[in-house]
C-alpha cells in the first residue's frame, strides 16, 4: 500500500469534534472507500515508518496499518452491536504476520477485557484466518466464549499487505461468560478501537486458534467517529459475502501444569503468601524466632541465586550465576520483552509475579524513608519514631548505593550534567539522598539503588539468604494460594494451586495457633481476600458467581470490610527536554548485543554503565508545593535519558513528575468474574492534586529555560502546565502514560475499624479485623502515599509488622 495514494483517496476530517482526544491516536482519519467492495470506511491509517524499541510498544508501524468501520445509519441515535471492519495489514517481512483489533468502549480500548479479532493470511491464496480472543489481564489472549460473529465480505493477499472486510455481529459487545459484561455505544458520538500487529507469523497460519506470538510491530488506539462511519447503504454492504473457503481450526492443547500435592500432616506456625518486598523479609524474621515458617511464591525464580535460567537467547551470559533480573542495566527489561511467565497476569497492570515480586523487576531504587510519610500518613505505633528500629535494620542490611559500579565511578553522566546545573543555579541544593531522608524540598541528588556488589541484591540476596539458611524455613515457588480456609475469623489453613510446573495443589494447614501473613500486593492481597469471603459485599458476590462459587465459605461468615477501596499510585506526568549534550545508550540492545567492552567490564569486574540502573535514571528532584486546599504535596522528579510520548531517543531526556506524599485522590481495584482484578477506579484527578502539579511543572520550566541550548518538547515553548496537564488525558485509556505503578493502600492500615464503618481493613498490628490470625504485610496497608519510589518503604513496614506481629501473644 502506497501511503501517498490512500491518503489522497481520503478527506481529511477536523480532530476538533472528537469528544475524545486518546493520548495513542496517532492516525490519520479519513473517509475510504474500498475499491473491490465499494463500502465506504471511517478509516484510521498509521502511516508506514521506523518501528521503535522492539516493537511492542511502538507507535509506529513498519508497513502501516489501516481499520476501516462502516456503521448502520441509525448508530448515532440507536447503540449499534454490529459493523462493517476493513483491516489492511502489513507483512513487510515477505513472510507472514498478524494484525488485530481491540474492540473497546468509550472509556478504553486496553487489552485486557475487550474483544480482540486477529487476523493473517493462511498462505493459502487470499485467505484470511480470524480468531477472536480476549484477555483478563496484559498476559497470552484466550479464546473468546462470548456471541460474536464474524462473516467475511472480501480478502485480498499480496507480498507486502493483506485486505480483509468483514461483517461483525455482537462485536461491540462484550460477553464472555467469564467476565463482567458491557457494551459500548455508538450513541455517544464516539468509542474507541485499539490495534495491534507483528510480522512473525502465527505459530500454525492456517490455524485460526493457533499461537502466535507478542506484537512487535505497533500497537495504538483509534478514536472511531460514529457520524463518519454511519452510510444508507450499510444493510445492503452487509449481506454480502465472500466466496473463498474459510479457515476453520482447532484449538492447540493447553500444555498441562505439573504439580506436587501438598504433603498431608505437615503445619506452619506461619504461612507467609508473597515473595516480594513484604513477604521475603516478613518470612526471615518470623523464621529467625525459631518458629516454622512457609512463604508461597506464585512465580518462578528470578535471580540466578535461586535458580532462575531468564537469560539472553544468544546465551552471551550462559555460565555466569546471572539471569536479567540480576543485572542492573537490565533493570527495564520488563518494559522491552521481557514479560513473559514474570508479569501477573490477573490484574490489568503491569506487575512482577515471580520470587522478588517488585524487587525483581524493578530499577532498585532504594529510599530511606522520609520521615513525613510515616507522621503525615499512619497512626500511632507507626510514627516515624516508632519505625526508626525497623529503618535501622533495614538499612543495614540493605544500604543501598548511589554509585553502583564497582569501580566508584559514575558513568553515562551526559543527563545529570545538563540537569544539575541547572537547578544548583536556581538554588536547589544538592544531597546525598540516603543521609538527609527528610530533605525534600528543592533538593537534588544522584539515585540511590538497592544494588550491591554491581548486582540487582535487595530483599532475595539479604533477607532470603538468612531465612533459607535455617531448617524451620521452607519456601515453594510456583504455587498459587486460592484462598484462606477459616473458622470464623480464625484461619485454618490455605487451599494451594500449582501456578507453574512443581507447584503444590491442596491444602496446606496451619498449627493450631498458626498464622497467615498476606503480601501479595496491592492487588493480590485484595483478591485472595476476596477469595476468602473478606471485602465488600458486592466483591464477594462476584467471587459468589464465578468458577470459586462452590468452593467459597458461607455468605453467613462473610467479613465486611472496604478491601480495594483507598487505592492509590504516584499520578505520572511525562515532561521531555533535548540538549545537545544528551545521549542516548540503546539499553533494550543491551540484551542481546551489548557494547563488547561494557559487557567485559561488567563481567571481569561488575564494573561500568551495566553496573548501573537502566535508562541512565539521573538525576532525581524534590519540591514540596501548598495545593489551593492548604495541603502540602510531595513532588518527585525523575530524570532518564530516553526520549518519550513521540519524542525520539538521541538528545533527549524524560522528566518524570510524580506525585506523593498530600495526593487526595484514590481509586479502588474489584474484582471481575473471571478472578481477575481490575482497576475500575482511576487514583488521579482531584483539582487541587492537579493544581498542585501544575505548579510544579512551571517551576521546573522557568529553572531548566535557563539552561544553555536546552530545549522544552513538552510542555512545548509558551504552554502553561496547567494547560499541559488538561493535554494529557487523565483517563483508563491513558493509565499506561500516567501511572507510576506505585500501587498501594487496598487493604488500609488504621484504628478506624472497617467493621462499624471505618476506612480500615488492618489494625495497627496489621492484623485484618474481625479476625484473629490473618494479617497483612505488604504496600497494601499504606494508607496514603510516599515521597519517593516505596520499595524500602514497604520492606520498612514489614520489618516494622514481623516486630509487632511476633509481640502478640499466641
Ligand atoms: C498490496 O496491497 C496493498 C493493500 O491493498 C496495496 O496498497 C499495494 O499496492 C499492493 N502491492 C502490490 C505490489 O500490488
Ligand atoms: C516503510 O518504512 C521503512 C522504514 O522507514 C522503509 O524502509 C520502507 O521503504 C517503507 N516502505 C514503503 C512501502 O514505503
Ligand atoms: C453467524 O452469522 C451467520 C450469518 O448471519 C449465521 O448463519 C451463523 O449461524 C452465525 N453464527 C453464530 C455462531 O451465531
Ligand atoms: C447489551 O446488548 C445486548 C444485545 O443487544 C442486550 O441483550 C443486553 O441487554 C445489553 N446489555 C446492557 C448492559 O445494556
Ligand atoms: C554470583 O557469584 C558471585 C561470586 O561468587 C557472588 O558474589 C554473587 O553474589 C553471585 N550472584 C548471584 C545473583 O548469585
Ligand atoms: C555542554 O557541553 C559543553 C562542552 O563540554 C560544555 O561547555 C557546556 O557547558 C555543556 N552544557 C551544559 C548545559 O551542560
Ligand atoms: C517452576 O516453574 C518453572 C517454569 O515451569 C520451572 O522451570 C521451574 O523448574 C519450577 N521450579 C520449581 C521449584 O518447581
Ligand atoms: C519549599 O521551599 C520554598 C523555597 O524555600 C518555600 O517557599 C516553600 O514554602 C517550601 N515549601 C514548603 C511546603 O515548605
Not at 770 to 794: C, K, M, Y
Amino acid at each position: 500500500m502506497k501511503t501517498s495514494s490512500f491518503l489522497g483517496g481520503v478527506l481529511a476530517i477536523g480532530l476538533s469534534s472528537l469528544n475524545a482526544i486518546v493520548a495513542q491516536d496517532f492516525a490519520s482519519h479519513g473517509i475510504y472507500t474500498e475499491p473491490v467492495t465499494g463500502i465506504t470506511f471511517f478509516a484510521s491509517e498509521e502511516t508506514n515508518g521506523t518501528i521503535t524499541g522492539d516493537g511492542e510498544f511502538s507507535t509506529v508501524s513498519w508497513g502501516g496499518f489501516t481499520f476501516g468501520v462502516a456503521l448502520p445509519p441509525d448508530a448515532l441515535s440507536r447503540d449499534t452491536h454490529e459493523y462493517i471492519g476493513l483491516i489492511i495489514g502489513s507483512t513487510p517481512t515477505g513472510q507472514g504476520g498478524w494484525s488485530g483489533i481491540v474492540h473497546g468502549d468509550d472509556y478504553s480500548a486496553g487489552m485486557p477485557n475487550h474483544l480482540m479479532l486477529l487476523a493473517w493470511p493462511t498462505g493459502n491464496e487470499n485467505q484470511i484466518a480470524t480468531s477472536f480472543r480476549y484477555s483478563p489481564a496484559y498476559q497470552y489472549p484466550v479464546p473468546y466464549r462470548g456471541s460474536a460473529n464474524l462473516t467475511q465480505i472480501y480478502s485480498n493477499v499480496n507480498e507486502t499487505h493483506w485486505t480483509l472486510v468483514y461483517r461483525c455481529q455482537n462485536c461491540l459487545l462484550f460477553d464472555d461468560p467469564a467476565q463482567d459484561s458491557f457494551n459500548a455505544s455508538t450513541s455517544k458520538g464516539t468509542f474507541l478501537q485499539g490495534w495491534a500487529q507483528a510480522y512473525v507469523p502465527p505459530t500454525d497460519p492456517k490455524n485460526p486458534l493457533s499461537d502466535f506470538e507478542q506484537h512487535n510491530n505497533g500497537m495504538g488506539e483509534f478514536v472511531i467517529q460514529v457520524q463518519s462511519a454511519t452510510h444508507v447503504s450499510y444493510s445492503d454492504w452487509a449481506t454480502k459475502t465472500a466466496t473463498g473457503p474459510i479457515a476453520t481450526g482447532t484449538t492447540t492443547a493447553t500444555a498441562t501444569i505439573s504439580s506436587i500435592p501438598v504433603p498431608t500432616g505437615d503445619a506452619y506456625d506461619y504461612i507467609v503468601v508473597g515473595a516480594g518486598a513484604g513477604g521475603i523479609p516478613m518470612a526471615d524474621k518470623l523464621s529467625q524466632s525459631g518458629a516454622s515458617v512457609l512463604l508461597i511464591e506464585k512465580g518462578f525464580a528470578s535471580s540466578g541465586r535461586w535458580g532462575g535460567t531468564l537469560r539472553p537467547e544468544n546465551h552471551w551470559l550462559d555460565g555466569t550465576n546471572l539471569t536479567w533480573f540480576d543485572i542492573p542495566g537490565e533493570c527495564n527489561r520488563i518494559w522491552n520483552g521481557g514479560t513473559a511467565g514474570v508479569v501477573c497476569t490477573d490484574t490489568d497492570q503491569m506487575a512482577g509475579c515471580t520470587l522478588g515480586g517488585g524487587t525483581a523487576v524493578n530499577a532498585g531504587l532504594w529510599w530511606k524513608p522520609n520521615p513525613m510519610d510515616w507522621d503525615e500518613n499512619f497512626p500511632a505505633g507507626w510514627k516515624s519514631s516508632d519505625m526508626a528500629g525497623a529503618t535501622e535494620r533495614v538499612f543495614s542490611r540493605i544500604p543501598g548505593t548511589d554509585h553502583p559500579s564497582m569501580d566508584g565511578q559514575r558513568y553515562l553522566q551526559s543527563g545529570y550534567d545538563v540537569i544539575a546545573d541547572g537547578l544548583a543555579n536556581a538554588g536547589w541544593k544538592y544531597v546525598t539522598a540516603n543521609d538527609a531522608p527528610s530533605e525534600k524540598n528543592r533538593t537534588f541528588a544522584h539515585a540511590p539503588h538497592m544494588f550491591s556488589g554491581g548486582e540487582r541484591g535487595g530483599p532475595m540476596a539479604t533477607y532470603l539468604v538468612t531465612a533459607n539458611g535455617r531448617s524451620n524455613f521452607h519456601m515453594w515457588l510456583n504455587t498459587s494460594v486460592e484462598r484462606i480456609q477459616r473458622d470464623g475469623g480464625h484461619a485454618t489453613g490455605l487451599d494451594v494451586v500449582a501456578f507453574n510446573n512443581g507447584g503444590r495443589v491442596g491444602t496446606v494447614k496451619l498449627a493450631p495457633k498458626g498464622r497467615v501473613v498476606l503480601s501479595a500486593g496491592a492487588f493480590g492481597t485484595p483478591k485472595l481476600l476476596f477469595r476468602s469471603g473478606i471485602g465488600p459485599t458486592d466483591q464477594l458476590q462476584v467471587v459468589k458467581g464465578s468458577s470459586d462459587g462452590d468452593k467459597m465459605i458461607a455468605e453467613k461468615d462473610w467479613i465486611n470490610l472496604p478491601v480495594g477501596y483507598n487505592l492509590n499510585d504516584h499520578l505520572n506526568t511525562d515532561t521531555v527536554i533535548s540538549h545537545q549534550n544528551v545521549s542516548y545508550y540503546d539499553w533494550p540492545a543491551a540484551w542481546l548485543t551489548p557494547i563488547p567492552s561494557d559487557k567485559d567490564l561488567y563481567l571481569s569486574s561488575r564494573s561500568g554503565p551495566l553496573a548501573q540502573a537502566a535508562p541512565n535514571i539521573n538525576p532525581i528532584m524534590w519540591e514540596e508545593i501548598t495545593g489551593p486546599d492548604g495541603k502540602v504535596r510531595s513532588m518527585q522528579w525523575q530524570a532518564r535519558v530516553e526520549g518519550s510520548n513521540r519524542i525520539p531517543n538521541g538528545i533527549s531526556m524524560t522528566l518524570s513528575l510524580y506525585l506523593g506524599r498530600g495526593e487526595v485522590s484514590k481509586g479502588r481495584t474489584t474484582i471481575q468474574k473471571g478472578l481477575n482484578m481490575l482497576v475500575s477506579t482511576i487514583p488521579y484527578g482531584d483539582p487541587n492534586d492537579l493544581a498542585a502539579c501544575a505548579q510544579a511543572i512551571d517551576n521546573m520550566v522557568a529553572i531548566l529555560s535557563k539552561v544553555p541550548g536546552l530545549t522544552w518538547n513538552l510542555p512545548a515553548p509558551g504552554v502553561s502546565g496547567a494547560d499541559y496537564l488538561k493535554s494529557v488525558e487523565l483517563s483508563y485509556a491513558n493509565v499506561g502514560s500516567r501511572r507510576a505503578n506505585h500501587w498501594m493502600g487496598t487493604a488500609k492500615l488504621g484504628t478506624d475499624s472497617g467493621l462499624t464503618g471505618g476506612t480500615s481493613v488492618v489494625d495497627t498490628n496489621t492484623k485484618v479485623y474481625g479476625t484473629d490470625n490473618i494479617f497483612v504485610a505488604d504496600a497494601s496497608i499504606f494508607p496514603g502515599q510516599v515521597t519517593t519510589n516505596p520499595s524500602a518503604l514497604i520492606v520498612t513496614a514489614s520489618e516494622r509488622a514481623a516486630e509487632l506481629i511476633l509481640a502478640l501473644p499466641v
